[in-house]
């Protein structure tokens, strides 16, 4: 009998000293079901592929439908767009709701695409293709968003054909670029 008034005082004890109140739930009622809606996400990069009826940004490929939204967008305002208005170099949003199949690189269903036309975004979609163009790449994959800084794009990229990964870096006032150590200048024809 000892023991057991140890115990229960014990018990009383430890539950004086919560800080947090029990929570009072009426007998027989269960917690109702909460359900949380998921907003749409977007994803905003540049657009290194396109085939099969997707477009790769950053690590995830989206599948591009003919009931995707396309439209160009500069500064607030918006105009409608085609797919087939979309470039491989282009700086993009994507959005998307469902969630993204877990591979690599990830794969997800877009439901409206956004050219981005401002005046910078520019600047870095004609550099990525001055790049893009100069290497006469077929599949690119950047690894992650590339950073901009002043100038000055860089990012990591795997070129497909030849299992490379390489850093590049390109100057966006000459669309000169490096790859490594190796310095290459585009040139205009």
Not at 74 to 99: C, F, L, Q
Not at 148 to 154: C, L
């Amino acid at each position: 009998m000892k023991k057991a008034s140890l115990f229960l005082a014990g018990l009383l004890l430890l539950a004086g000293c919560s800080d947090e109140a029990a929570p009072t739930e009426p007998a027989g009622e269960e917690d109702p079901e909460i359900t949380v809606e998921q907003d749409g996400m977007t994803e905003e990069g540049f657009i290194t592929q396109i085939g099969n009826g997707s477009i790769l940004i950053n690590n995830i490929y989206f599948a591009i439908t003919d009931d995707v939204e396309v439209q160009f967008a500069e500064g607030g305002e918006t105009t409608d767009a085609t797919i087939s208005d979309i470039r491989t170099g282009m700086k993009v949003s994507a959005d998307y709701s469902e969630p993204l199949a877990e591979s690599f690189p990830m794969q997800g269903q877009a439901e409206k695409i956004t050219i981005l036309m401002d005046e910078e975004s520019q600047r870095q979609t004609e550099a990525l293709q001055a790049f893009i163009n100069g290497e006469q790449l077929s599949t690119l994959i950047l690894m992650g968003q590339p950073l901009v800084r002043d100038d000055e794009i860089g990012f990591l990229f795997t070129d497909m054909e030849s299992g490379e990964l390489t850093e590049v870096r390109i100057n966006m006032d000459t669309l000169e670029y490096t790859m490594g150590n190796k310095e290459t200048e585009d040139t205009e024809e």
